[in-house]
C-alpha cells in the first residue's frame, strides 16, 4: 500500500527506535525518543505504510538557545526495502513545515557523516543546507561530521516549499 | 525538648546545608565528606544519616549498596522519628529501586509530619500517576493549587488528573479559571508565572485549546467541542490535530456534508493517509475497507467509489492512493487488467524495491492473482522481445531495456515466490519457478543488492533458512557500510541457527565491539527475540533464556522510562502527548515484541519444569545403557563430535568477539578518552543459573504477570498462563484461564484441549480434597461430562486442521490417556495445507513435538517432507545442505 508521512505518536516510537536500530550506527534508548516526542511532540515524523514504519526523522529544538528558536534534526532513516520513493525528502520537509507552523523556528541545523555522500546531497542540493563547518570525530568511530544548516526563508515562498513535488516523488506509481 | 536534640550548632548547620546541596546537584563525594564530618561529633544526627544512605544509593549504579543505604536511612529514622525529612528520604531510596508503593508510603508518613511541604507533596503526587492512583493524585493537586496559584502547572496538573478520574467538566473549568486569571494578569507584577517560557507561548496556547477541546468531547459535549475549536482555531499551530478533532466531531455530530469538506482538506495535507481516506468513504456512505478479501462491495458502491478517486485524482496533488486504491475496488477483469498494467509501469523502470510489497494485499483475492501472474509474464516477454511494456511504452536504451527486463523478472519472482505461501499443497512448484526466475534477474546483474534481498526471503518463505542466510550474506557483502543488510543478514543468520557468525556479524556495528552489551543498551529487542528462539531450537536453554529476560527488563525499563515524564510534561504543558503516553504506557506489555518474548520464555521455563536438566541427563545415559555396546560407542562418537563442532563454534565466537573488542578498543583511544574500565563483567554469560534454576514456574510467572495485566485479551496470554498454573497446581486459575481463553475464541482447540488436560488434573485429585466436587462440576460443563480421556477424543475425532489445534489436541491425549503413541499419531495426522495456514504454524507445531518426542518430531517430519521440499526444518530434499549436516 501506499506511504503515507505523518506526525509520529508516542505510539509509534518503538517502531521508530527499531527502524533506527536496524539501518544506523547511532542509537538511542527509548527514554531519548520520548523525550524528543513529549518536548517537541509536532516534530516527529514518520513514514507508514498501512500501520507499518519504514522510515522516521527525529528533530528537536536546540536547548541551549535562549533566545531564538532553533531546530535540529536528530535522526533520518529510510529502510533499504523503500528506496527510491523520496521519503527521505518528504520526511525532512514535513519536519521543516512542522517547525515552522508551529515553532516559528529560524532555522535547523544537522550533523552528516563526511563520507555520507547520499546524505549529503539530499541535504545540499535537494534541500538546500549550507555547510557551516566541520566537527572533528564527531562520530564513535572517528569520522568527522558536516555542521549543515538551513534557514527558513518567512519572507517570500512557503518555508514548507517542496511537499507538493515530494507527494510527486511518492506518487511514483502512477 | 526533641527539637534540641536533634538541632545541629551552627558549623554543622551549615555542614548539613553543603550536604543538602551536594545532593541536588549530584556532586557525592562532596556529600559524603560533609556527612562524615557531622557524624564525627554527631553520630545518632538522624538527617545526616539519612541523607548519607541517599547519597550512598545515588552513587551505586549497581545496585551494590543498596543494603548499606537502606541500613543508613533506616538508622536515621530510627534516630529521628518524627522528622519529615527522614521519611521523605526513605521514599527517595524506594524510589531508585522503583519500590513505588513503599516510596509512596514513606512520601505519605512525610506529609503526616509535615502536611504542607511542597516538595513532598510533588514527589508523592508523582507516585501516585506512576502507580495510577488518580483520586489520590487529585486530591494532593486541589491542595498545590491553592498554594502554588501563580504556577500554570497547578492548574494543567489538576486538569489532568480530573480528566483521567473522569470528571472532564472540571477539568474543563479548571482550565478556564487559569485563563481568567491569567487574563486578568493576577500574580503578574509579583514577577510570578515563572514556568512560562515565552519561546513556547504559542504552542502552549495551542495545547491548551487542543486539551480543552479534548475535554469537551470527552463529556460528550461535542457541540461545545467545535464551537470552542472554531473560535480558537487561531490559536492551534498543529494544523493537522486541528483538523481531524473537527473531522471526529461533525462525523459524531452527523455534519456530514462539513465532514466531508473537512476530510478533504486533511488529505489536501496528507494524500497518503489511509486514515483519512476511509474516514472520507465513510462520511460519504461507502465501504470503509475496500481491500480483498474485506467483504463484497456492491456495484452501485464501486460506481461511486470510481467516481470518488477520479475526483480525488482530479484535486489533489500527487496522491498515490487514488491510483492504487481502484485496483482493490476494481472486480477483476479487463479494467483490473489495464489498471495493473499502468500500475506497474513506473516502478519498473525505477526500480522500486517495495513494488511487490505494495501490490501483495491484492492476492487475497485468487482471480486478480491469476491476472497478475498473466500480466507480469507478458510484460516480462515483451521487454525481452520488444523491449516495450505492455502499455506500448518503450525502454529508451539497451541498458534501459536490460534493467526493466530484470525488475521485471523480479517481480514476477516476487510473485510465485507468494504463489507458493498461499498454496494449498506447500507450494514446491512455485517456489522452484520463483527461485529459477530470481536467478534468471541475477543473472543479468549479480550486483543488484535488492535482487538478493528478495531471493533470501523467497527462500525463507519455502523454509529454506540457510539459503536464505547464504543470500542474505551476498546483499550483505555486496554494501558493507550498510547496516539494514548487515541487521538482515544476522536475523537470517539466526534463523538459519548459525548463532556464532550471526553475533559476529552484529558486532560489526555495535559500537564497542563487544555487542551482547551494546545491543543491550540500545534496548535492541529485535535482536534479542531473534537470538532467544535461535537458541531454543539450538537447545541452548540458559543463552535463550538471558537474552528472554533482556527483553522483559527493557519492558520494565520502558514503563519505568514514563516516571521523570510526569512532571516534566505537565510543567512543559505537552499535554495531549502526555495523555497518549499514558494510554501507550498502560498497554505496553501487550505489545507483540513482549508478547513473543513472553511466550518462548514461558514454554521454555514449563519444559524445564517438566523435563529438569538432571532427568534428561538421566534419560540420556538410560538410552545409551540400553544400547548394543556397538550402537552405544557409535552413539557417544556421534555426541563427541557434535561437542567438539560445538566447542569451536564456541571458541571462534569468543576469539571474533575478542578481536572486536580490541578494534574497537583501539579506536576508542584513538579517539576519545577510554571510558570507564569497570564495565560490569556478566558472572553468567551462558545462562546456566537461569537454566538451572530450582523454581522454573515462579519465573515463568515474571512473564505472565505483565500479560496478564496488559494484554489479557488475547487467546495467546490464557493458553501460556494455564500452562504455568496446571503446573503449580493451582486449578482455580487454569480453569479461569481455560474459560478466558474460550470467551475469546468460543471454537478454539487449544482452549478445549487445556479443559481435557485440567478434567484430567481434577479426575487425579485426591477424593478427600473437599476442591474436588467444586472443580468437577465446573470442568463438566466444559467436558459435557464426558471424562478427560473422551473428551480429548472427541476433539481429536474433530479432526482439526491446523498444525498446531492438531498438535493441541494430541497433547491433550496424550495427558488424558497417559498415552505416548498420542504424540506420533497426532504428528502423522498432518496435512499440508498452506492456503490456510501459515508454514510458520507446521514449524511451531514441529518446534512442539520435538521439545517432548523426538519419535513424534520425526513423525510430523516424514508427513512435511515433501510437501516442503526446501524446508531446512524438515530435512527437505531440497533445503540447502551445510558441512556436517
Known amino acids: 500500500m501506499g506511504v503515507c508521512v505523518r506526525a509520529a505518536t508516542i505510539d509509534d516510537l518503538w517502531a521508530m527506535q527499531r527502524c533506527n536500530l536496524m539501518c544506523l550506527p547511532e542509537n538511542y534508548q527509548m527514554k531519548y525518543y520520548l523525550y524528543h516526542a513529549l518536548s517537541?511532540?509536532?516534530?516527529?515524523?514518520?513514514?507508514?505504510?498501512?500501520?507499518?514504519?519504514?522510515?522516521?526523522?527525529?528533530?528537536?529544538?536546540?536547548?541551549?538557545?535562549?533566545?531564538?528558536?532553533?531546530?535540529h534534526i536528530t535522526s533520518l532513516s529510510v529502510l533499504r526495502t523503500h528506496r527510491k520513493l523520496g521519503l527521505a525528502a518528504t520526511l525532512m520537509r514535513a519536519a521543516h513545515r512542522a517547525l515552522t507552523e508551529c515553532y516559528g523556528a529560524r532555522d535547523v541545523s544537522l550533523h552528516v557523516r563526511v563520507s555520507n555522500e547520499a546524505a549529503i546531497h539530499l541535504y545540499r542540493d535537494v534541500l538546500a543546507y549550507e555547510e557551516v563547518g566541520v566537527e572533528e570525530k564527531y562520530y564513535a568511530d572517528g569520522e568527522n561530521a558536516y555542521n549543515m544548516r538551513l534557514t527558513f526563508d518567512y519572507g517570500g515562498e512557503d518555508a514548507t516549499r517542496g511537499l507538493a513535488r515530494d507527494a510527486a516523488k511518492l506518487a511514483v506509481h502512477a | 525538648?526533641?527539637?534540641?536534640?536533634?538541632?545541629?550548632?551552627?558549623?554543622?548547620?551549615?555542614?548539613?546545608?553543603?550536604?543538602?546541596?551536594?545532593?541536588?546537584?549530584?556532586?557525592?563525594?562532596?556529600?559524603?565528606?560533609?556527612?562524615?564530618?557531622?557524624?564525627?561529633?554527631?553520630?545518632?544526627?538522624?538527617?545526616?544519616?539519612?541523607?548519607?544512605?541517599?547519597?550512598?544509593?545515588?552513587?551505586?549504579?549497581?545496585?551494590?549498596?543498596?543494603?548499606?543505604?537502606?541500613?543508613?536511612?533506616?538508622?536515621?529514622?530510627?534516630?529521628?522519628?518524627?522528622?519529615?525529612?527522614?521519611?521523605?528520604v526513605m521514599g527517595l531510596v524506594w524510589r531508585a529501586e522503583r519500590n513505588h508503593v513503599e516510596s509512596a508510603k514513606c512520601y505519605a508518613q512525610a506529609l503526616r509530619l509535615d502536611p504542607d511541604n511542597s516538595l513532598i507533596l510533588k514527589d508523592l503526587s508523582v507516585v501516585h500517576l506512576q502507580t495510577r492512583n488518580m483520586e489520590a493524585f487529585?486530591?494532593?493537586?486541589?491542595?498545590?493549587?491553592?498554594?502554588?496559584?501563580?504556577?500554570?502547572?497547578?492548574?494543567?496538573?489538576?486538569?489532568?488528573?480530573?480528566?483521567?478520574?473522569?470528571?472532564?467538566?472540571s477539568a474543563f473549568e479548571v482550565l478556564e479559571s487559569y485563563e481568567k486569571i491569567r487574563n486578568a494578569k493576577q500574580f503578574d507584577s509579583r514577577g510570578a508565572w515563572r514556568d512560562e517560557d515565552p519561546l513556547m507561548k504559542r504552542f502552549d496556547a495551542s495545547e491548551l485549546t487542543l486539551f480543552k477541546a479534548t475535554l469537551r468531547r470527552a463529556s460528550g459535549k461535542e457541540k461545545e467541542a467545535l464551537a470552542l475549536l472554531e473560535r480558537d482555531e487561531a490559536k492551534v499551530v498543529d494544523r493537522v490535530a486541528y483538523l481531524t478533532h473537527v473531522g471526529e466531531i461533525q462525523v459524531a455530530l452527523g455534519m456530514k456534508a462539513e465532514a466531508e469538506k473537512t476530510y478533504w482538506k486533511l488529505l489536501d495535507r496528507l494524500p497518503d493517509s489511509y486514515d483519512y481516506h476511509r474516514s472520507l468513504r465513510a462520511v460519504k456512505g461507502l465501504p470503509k475497507d475496500v481491500r480483498d478479501g474485506a467483504g463484497e462491495i456492491s456495484d452501485g458502491d464501486i460506481v461511486a467509489l470510481k467516481a470518488l478517486y477520479r475526483e480525488i485524482e482530479e484535486k489533489i496533488t500527487f496522491c498515490a492512493a487514488a491510483k492504487r486504491l481502484p485496483l482493490s475496488f476494481t472486480k477483476p477483469g479487463d479494467e483490473f487488467d489495464a489498471l495493473v498494467v499502468a500500475y506497474i509501469e513506473k516502478p519498473l523502470r525505477k526500480g522500486v524495491p517495495s513494488l511487490f510489497e505494495d501490490l501483495k494485499n491484492l492476492y487475497e483475492n485468487p482471480a486478480k492473482a491469476r491476472a497478475m501472474e498473466r500480466i507480469f509474464t507478458e510484460t516480462v516477454a515483451s521487454l525481452k522481445s520488444s523491449g516495450k511494456f505492455l502499455s506500448g511504452g518503450e525502454t529508451k536504451s539497451e541498458e534501459g531495456k536490460k534493467e526493466c527486463t530484470m525488475y521485471a523478472v523480479?517481480?514476477?519472482?516476487?510473485?510465485?515466490?507468494?504463489?507458493?505461501?498461499?498454496?494449498?499443497?506447500?507450494?514446491a512448484k512455485d517456489f522452484a519457478k520463483a527461485l529459477e526466475l530470481i536467478e534468471e534477474a541475477i543473472a543479468i546483474d549479480a550486483s543488484c543488492v535488492d535482487l538478493h534481498l528478495n531471493k533470501a526471503s523467497i527462500l525463507e518463505l519455502a523454509g529454506d533458512l540457510h539459503g536464505a542466510a547464504d543470500a542474505a550474506e551476498t546483499s550483505r557483502k555486496l554494501d558493507l557500510a550498510d547496516r539494514f543488510l548487515n541487521s538482515n543478514c544476522v536475523r537470517h543468520m539466526m534463523r538459519a541457527g548459525r548463532y556464532a557468525y550471526a553475533e559476529q556479524l552484529a558486532a560489526i556495528f555495535a559500537r564497542d565491539g563487544d555487542q551482547a552489551t551494546n545491543l543491550y543498551d540500545m534496548e535492541a529487542t529485535w535482536f534479542e527475540l531473534e537470538a532467544a528462539q535461535c537458541h531454543t531450537r539450538g537447545k541452548k536453554y540458559g543463552r535463550a533464556l538471558k537474552y528472554y529476560h533482556a527483553v522483559l527488563s527493557h519492558f520494565q525499563q520502558f514503563v519505568e522510562d514514563q516516571f521523570d515524564f510526569h512532571s516534566y510534561c505537565l510543567r512543559r504543558t505537552a499535554i495531549n502527548s502526555y495523555l497518549d503516553l499514558l494510554k501507550v504506557e498502560d498497554k505496553m506489555y501487550a505489545r507483540q515484541e513482549f508478547r513473543d518474548a513472553a511466550k518462548g520464555a514461558v514454554m521454555l521455563y514449563v519444559d524445564l519444569f517438566d523435563e529438569p536438566p538432571e532427568k534428561k541427563a538421566a534419560a540420556l545415559e538410560a538410552k545409551v545403557a540400553a544400547m548394543s555396546a556397538a550402537d552405544a560407542d557409535k552413539f557417544r562418537e556421534e555426541l563427541r563430535v557434535a561437542k567438539e563442532r560445538e566447542d569451536k563454534a564456541e571458541e571462534e565466537r569468543l576469539a571474533a568477539l575478542e578481536e572486536a573488542k580490541k578494534v574497537a578498543a583501539a579506536q576508542e583511544s584513538k579517539n576519545k578518552s577510554p571510558k570507564d574500565a569497570t564495565k560490569k563483567v556478566d558472572p553468567d554469560p551462558l545462562g546456566k543459573a537461569l537454566e538451572n534454576t530450582k523454581e522454573p514456574l515462579e519465573q515463568a510467572m515474571k512473564f505472565i504477570e505483565p500479560l496478564l495485566l496488559h494484554a489479557a485479551g488475547y487467546e495467546e496470554t490464557q493458553l501460556l498462563a494455564f500452562e504455568v498454573f496446571l503446573r503449580q497446581g493451582k486449578p482455580i486459575l487454569a480453569l479461569k484461564a481455560v474459560n478466558e481463553a474460550l470467551k475469546i475464541k468460543p471454537n478454539s482447540f487449544q482452549a478445549k484441549s487445556n479443559a481435557a488436560r485440567l478434567t484430567r488434573h481434577v479426575e487425579m485429585m485426591d477424593e478427600a480434597n473437599p476442591m474436588k466436587k467444586v472443580l468437577m462440576m465446573q470442568v463438566s460443563k466444559l467436558t459435557g461430562n464426558q471424562t478427560a480421556a473422551a473428551y480429548a477424543k472427541a476433539l481429536a475425532d474433530e479432526s482439526p486442521l491446523n498444525p498446531l489445534d492438531v498438535a493441541a489436541v494430541s497433547f491433550a491425549q496424550r495427558e488424558t490417556a497417559d498415552d505416548d503413541s498420542a504424540?506420533?499419531?497426532?504428528?502423522?495426522?498432518?496435512?499440508?495445507?498452506?492456503?490456510?495456514?501459515?508454514?510458520?504454524?507446521?514449524?511451531?507445531?514441529?518446534?512442539?513435538?520435538?521439545?517432548?518426542?523426538?519419535s513424534a518430531a520425526e513423525a510430523m517430519k516424514a508427513a512435511c517432507a515433501s510437501a516442503f521440499p526446501y524446508a531446512t526444518v524438515f530435512g527437505g530434499s531440497k533445503s540447502t545442505k551445510r558441512d556436517g549436516e
Open chain 1, 40 to 71: 517537541w511532540p509536532s516534530l516527529l515524523q514518520v513514514a507508514d505504510v498501512d500501520g507499518a514504519v519504514v522510515g522516521y526523522v527525529l528533530a528537536k529544538l536546540d536547548e541551549e538557545s535562549t533566545t531564538e528558536i532553533k531546530g
Open chain 2, 1 to 88: 525538648m526533641s527539637r534540641d536534640r536533634h538541632a545541629l550548632p551552627n558549623r554543622e548547620r551549615a555542614l548539613f546545608t553543603k550536604l543538602v546541596d551536594a545532593y541536588e546537584t549530584k556532586k557525592y563525594e562532596k556529600g559524603i565528606a560533609a556527612a562524615d564530618d557531622i557524624l564525627r561529633n554527631f553520630p545518632e544526627h538522624g538527617e545526616t544519616l539519612a541523607m548519607r544512605g541517599l547519597i550512598v544509593r545515588s552513587m551505586d549504579d549497581g545496585h551494590e549498596h543498596n543494603e548499606e543505604a537502606h541500613a543508613l536511612v533506616k538508622r536515621g529514622i530510627e534516630c529521628h522519628p518524627e522528622s519529615h525529612v527522614c521519611w521523605h
Open chain 2, 138 to 169: 487529585v486530591k494532593l493537586r486541589w491542595k498545590l493549587l491553592s498554594s502554588r496559584r501563580d504556577q500554570r502547572a497547578s492548574y494543567v496538573s489538576l486538569a489532568c488528573g480530573l480528566h483521567l478520574t473522569g470528571d472532564h467538566d
Open chain 2, 410 to 427: 523480479n517481480l514476477l519472482a516476487m510473485h510465485h515466490g507468494e504463489m507458493g505461501r498461499r498454496s494449498s499443497d506447500g507450494g
Open chain 2, 823 to 854: 504424540l506420533i499419531n497426532g504428528a502423522k495426522r498432518t496435512n499440508v495445507d498452506c492456503s490456510a495456514f501459515p508454514f510458520g504454524s507446521y514449524v511451531a507445531a514441529y518446534e512442539r513435538y520435538a521439545s517432548v518426542s523426538e
